[in-house]
């Protein structure tokens, strides 16, 4: 087993009170699996990522665990996690075409940070090389500003940077956002590469295009609200999704071929809930086309089929 969440809660400290952002989330990734993270925008998809990496104020760690490779991450204590970060899990945060310092060549900004983890330029450069070649940049770059680079240039480098030292887990937070389709496509294929290769033994893939995930995830974990709401296989989750948001969310999606004129496009009603005080049970419940009594409870994430994991109780009695 590569990364194992268990009832992992992360709140906001604000002057309003604790933001219930990521609340009792408990899911695994297994070695060579990629991983897609998907929900809409304040569904806690990137502070689920920034918790297994850099928590830091004001986000509160609350409870729960997370364990890498069978070793327990120390997530509450920023310092104690410098030793796991960048070796055992690294991050391709989001703007990351803007997390270079651009007043540092990249070739002397690659030695700093190595540097700053105690590993020797030098014996790296050979490796180094060989990542640049990977990812089709040329060792040239290295005597370069990030501000000489284009856009998919900046994105691989940061994809070298971040596992040079061929971390266990790697987090790619909405890396392919600000990229044209052709260059989207060149990035996803480079993060599959470097799983096939071994360079990285999983990931979680963040991005609010499920297209990007259908591509190249093995599974897809769907939050709303803090909460998980479903997890399976890339192809179930598409073509087969059970929880009530998934399938709005899958159907909210264009299709190749097919005219808005022949078949209009349907949203999800409604907001998402404030996370201050969320509702009680279901956290869907209000906008969800299919809720009933039992709503007012919450729904246990369980494993409806195998792999197949929901929190829908309309799914736990239909399979009951």
């Known amino acids: 087993m590569s990364l194992q969440t268990k009832n ?15 609340d009792d989330v408990t899911f695994n990734i297994k070695d060579g699996e990629i991983m897609g993270l998907a929900g809409e925008s304040g569904c806690g998809k990137t502070t689920l ?11 509160k760690y609350i409870d729960g665990s997370v364990e890498l490779d069978g070793e327990e991450l120390p997530i509450w204590d920023i ?21 270079m310092n651009p007043t540092r060549k990249i070739g002397k900004m690659t030695e700093e940070l190595l540097v700053s983890k105690k590993i020797s330029y030098k014996k790296t450069k050979a490796e180094l090389d060989r990542r640049l070649d990977l ?10 500003y990030p501000i000489e680079l284009s856009g998919g240039m900046k994105q691989r480098m940061v994809l070298v940077l971040s596992t040079l030292l061929n971390p266990s887990l790697l987090i790619a937070d909405e890396i392919t956002s600000a990229l044209d389709v052709s260059t989207q496509k060149a ?14 033994k999983s990931m979680i893939v963040i991005t609010h295009d499920i297209s990007i995930l259908y591509q190249i995830a ?4 769907v939050m709303y609200a803090g909460k998980l709401a479903e997890k399976a296989s890339t192809e179930v989750i598409i073509h087969s999704p059970m929880h009530p948001y998934t399938r709005l969310l899958i159907s909210s999606l264009p299709k ?11 949203g999800i009603k409604g907001n998402t809930p404030l996370l201050f005080n969320p509702p ?28 197949h994991f929901v929190a829908c109780w309309r799914e736990c009695e239909r399979n009951a």
């Open 187 to 200: 990035v996803a294929e480079m993060l599959v590469e470097f799983r096939n290769r071994k360079i990285v």
């Open 218 to 221: 093995d599974s897809i974990l």
């Open 49 to 59: 990522a920034n918790s297994i990496i850099y928590l830091t104020p004001p986000m």
């Open 280 to 307: 009680v049970g279901c956290r869907f419940k209000d906008r969800c086309p299919v809720a009933f009594d039992k709503c007012i409870k919450e729904p246990p994430f369980i494993e409806i089929e195998k792999g």
């Open 256 to 266: 190749v071929g097919v005219k808005y004129s022949e078949k209009k496009l349907t």
């Open 135 to 144: 990812v089709e940049l040329k060792n040239d770059i290295l005597g370069m």
């Open 79 to 99: 310092d104690s996690m410098n030793t796991f970060r960048y070796k055992k899990v690294s991050i391709i945060p989001q703007y990351a075409m803007n997390a």
């Open 8 to 22: 992992l809660r992360v709140y906001y400290q604000t002057l309003r009170g604790d933001v219930k952002a990521l």
